[in-house]
T-cell receptor, first 114, second 113 residues
Framework: SQTIHQWPATLVQPVGSPLSLECTVE??????LYWYRQAAGRGLQLLFY??????ISSEVPQNLSASRPQDRQFILSSKKLLLSDSGFYLC?????????????FGPGTRLTVL | QKEVEQNSGPLSVPEGAIASLNCTYS??????FFWYRQYSGKSPELIMS????GDKEDGRFTAQLNKASQYVSLLIRDSQPSDSATYLC?????????????FGDGTTLTVKP
């Protein structure tokens, strides 16, 4: 069976500090990978998606970046956090070959920027 | 106009009643539709997928799709307090390499015992 991991679960960071969130998927190969952010009481905002190693597409201009150094590893980074970066960050995966967009989410990281 | 819009809620129903959640989408190219359940403080969980016009039933859940009206709904029969959650509607396009979906803002359902 497939499993998706995210860490850390919660994070409190000062404004201007760097960020690194990691996501790994087990039990499948060549997944599509996604990073979303969810503000309180709101829906999901797609930040980045990746269809393969080193292939990153950005959906929203911001001070965040993403990388995919391995097939099942997806990293979200920032050099300097802003207050507006606070939120619930979710990593998700879908089957590349199926193309039907069923996405499966990790447990999420709750980030508070002070 | 948002690409995927859901009735704003919150929605409150008594235990045992039918809960009806609605969603409209603006992109006529959307071909795949999903309902996710999200408990407070948790990540979304996929509960239903629908790709063709009509109804799709899975236990107490029925998803309905009307592509002509660009309308998707989720019915929950015999609602239970454990169904209390936010329900997210999402739409996407089949057979794309990227597999992207667009999510609505969600409808919060409360089932009262």
């Amino acid at each position: 069976s497939q499993t998706i991991h995210q860490w850390p679960a919660t994070l409190v960071q000062p404004v201007g500090s760097p960020l690194s969130l990691e996501c790994t998927v087990e039990g499948t190969s060549n997944p599509n990978l996604y990073w979303y952010r969810q503000a309180a009481g709101r829906g999901l905002q797609l930040l980045f998606y990746s269809v393969g190693i080193g292939q990153i597409s950005s959906e929203v201009p911001q001070n965040l970046s993403a990388s995919r150094p391995q097939d099942r590893q997806f990293i979200l980074s920032s050099k300097k956090l802003l207050l507006s970066d606070s939120g619930f960050y979710l990593c998700a995966w879908s089957y590349r070959t199926q193309g039907d967009n069923e996405q499966f989410f990790g447990p999420g990281t709750r980030l508070t920027v002070l | 106009q948002k690409e995927v819009e859901q009735n704003s809620g919150p929605l409150s129903v008594p235990e045992g009643a039918i809960a009806s959640l609605n969603c409209t989408y603006s992109d006529r190219g959307s071909q795949s539709f999903f309902w996710y359940r999200q408990y407070s403080g948790k990540s979304p969980e996929l509960i239903m997928s629908i790709y063709s016009n009509g109804d799709k039933e899975d236990g107490r859940f029925t998803a309905q799709l009307n592509k002509a009206s660009q309308y998707v709904s989720l019915l929950i029969r015999d609602s239970q307090p454990s169904d209390s959650a936010t329900y997210l509607c999402a739409g996407g396009t089949l057979n794309t390499n990227a597999g992207k979906s667009t999510f609505g803002d969600g409808t919060t359902l409360t089932v009262k015992p």
